[in-house]
C-alpha cells in the first residue's frame, strides 16, 4: 500500500494510467510498495529475482551485466522517475537473459509487484504500449554502451566516461578509485591507470588517492569527438 | 500483393493472425510483398530506411553494426520463419540505434510496409504483444552477444564461431577468410590469423587459402566449455 503522494506520483510517471479501470488502479494502489535501498544494496538480481516494475522516486540506481568469474559492466543508470521494466523479466515474453541492479546512492523505489502489473500488460493494450517503450529505450542504451566498447578507442570512452560521472557528482572531483572505475567499463585497472596517467601528463586531470579531479574540461570534452 | 501459399505461410507465422479482422487480414495480403535478395544485397540500411515487418521465406540474413570508420559486427542471423521488426524502427516507439541487414545467401523475405504494421499494431494488443515479444528476442541475443565480447576469452569466441558457422554451412569446411572471420566477430585479422594458427598447431583445423577445415571438432567442443 503506497501513500497519496507515491499514488500521484506513480499515476504521473504511468502513461497508461487513466486507460485502467478504478479497480485496476486499486489493485496497483494497495498491492505497490514504497522501499528504501541503500547505497549498494542488490535492488534486482537477474532472471529468478522477478520483483516487478520499478520506478525510481530519488536516488540513482545501475544496471549492469555480471560474468561466471564476477567481471561486472555497467549498462546504464536508473535516476529519478525512470522506470524499469526487466526486473519483471517473468513478465516479459522470450526476455533470458541477466541483468542486476544495485543502489549507487540511497535511494527509494516504489515497486509494482509482477503478477499485478503482468496481469494489467496482458489486458491492456495501453500497457503493453508502455512496455514495448521502455524496453526499446532499454534496448538502444544497451546498443549505445555495445557500439561504445566495440568502436570507440579507450581513450575517447574514458574521457566521456569521467565527464559523465562529473555531472552526475555534480561536481570536477570523482570520488572513484581506478579499480571502480576499470569494473564500471568493463576494463582492467591497469588500463585505466595507464590511461588516467596518459591524462594527467596531458594535464586534463590529476589523479589523488581514492579520487580524480577534472583540470581541464575542454579537453577532456575535445577527446570525444 | 501476395500468392495463395505466401498468405498460407504467414497466417502461419504471425501468431496474432486470427485477432486480425478480416479486413485488416485483406489489407496485409494486398500490400505485402514476396522480394528476392541476391546474396550480399542490402535488405534494411538503418533507422532512416523503414521498411516494415520481415519474415524470412528462404536463405539468410545477417544483422550488424556498423562504425563510423566502416567497422562491422554481427549481433545475430534471420533464418527462414525469422521474423525481424527491428527494420519497421519508426513504428516502434523509442528505437534509436542503427541496425544493418543483409543477405547473406540468396534469399527471399515477405515484406509487410510499416503504415500497415504500425496501424495494426496501434490497435491491436496481440500484435504488441507479439512486437514486445520479437523485440526481446533480439534484445536477448544482442545482450548474449555483448556477454561473449565481454566476458569471455577470444579462443573460446573463436571456437563457438566456427563450430557454430560450420553447422550453418553444413560442412566441416567453412569457405571464409580470415579477415572475413574478423569482421563477424568485430575483431582484427592479425587477432584472428594468430589463434587459428594456434588452433592449427594444436590440430583443432587446417587453414587453406580462403576455407578453414575443422579437422578436430570434439577439441574444439571442448574449449568452448
Redesign the interface.
Known amino acids: 500500500m503506497i501513500n497519496n503522494k507515491d499514488i500521484e506520483f506513480i499515476s504521473n510517471k504511468l502513461e497508461f494510467w487513466n486507460s485502467l479501470t478504478s479497480l485496476e488502479q486499486k489493485q496497483i494502489i494497495n498491492r505497490s510498495q514504497s522501499l528504501p535501498y541503500l547505497k549498494g544494496k542488490s535492488v534486482y538480481g537477474g532472471l529468478d529475482d522477478c520483483r516487478g516494475l520499478i520506478i525510481v522516486k530519488k536516488g540513482q540506481l545501475r544496471t549492469y ?1 555480471l ?3 564476477g ?1 561486472e ?1 555497467t549498462l546504464y543508470r536508473l535516476f529519478k522517475d525512470d522506470i524499469c521494466v526487466m526486473s519483471a523479466s517473468c513478465a ?6 541477466d541483468l542486476y541492479i544495485e543502489a549507487e546512492k540511497d535511494s527509494e523505489i516504489i515497486l509494482i509487484p509482477t503478477d499485478i502489473y503482468s496481469q494489467i500488460n ?4 495501453e500497457v ?2 508502455f ?10 542504451d ?6 561504445q ?3 570507440m578507442s579507450f581513450d575517447k570512452r574514458l574521457a566521456m566516461f569521467l565527464l559523465e560521472q562529473s555531472s552526475i557528482e555534480n561536481s570536477d572531483t570523482i570520488h572513484m578509485t581506478h579499480e571502480d572505475i576499470a569494473k564500471h567499463m ?1 576494463s582492467a585497472r591497469e588500463v585505466v591507470s595507464r590511461m588516467l596517467k596518459y591524462f594527467q601528463n596531458e594535464g586534463f586531470v590529476r589523479t589523488e588517492r581514492g579520487s580524480i579531479i577534472l583540470t581541464n574540461r575542454k579537453k577532456l570534452q575535445s577527446i570525444t569527438f
Open positions: 551485466i560474468s561466471e568469474s567481471k559492466v516479459l515474453n522470450n526476455m533470458n537473459f496482458q489486458k491492456n493494450i503493453q504500449k512496455t514495448n517503450s521502455v524496453t526499446l529505450t532499454r534496448f538502444s544497451v546498443m549505445w554502451i555495445m557500439e566498447i566495440l568502436f568493463g
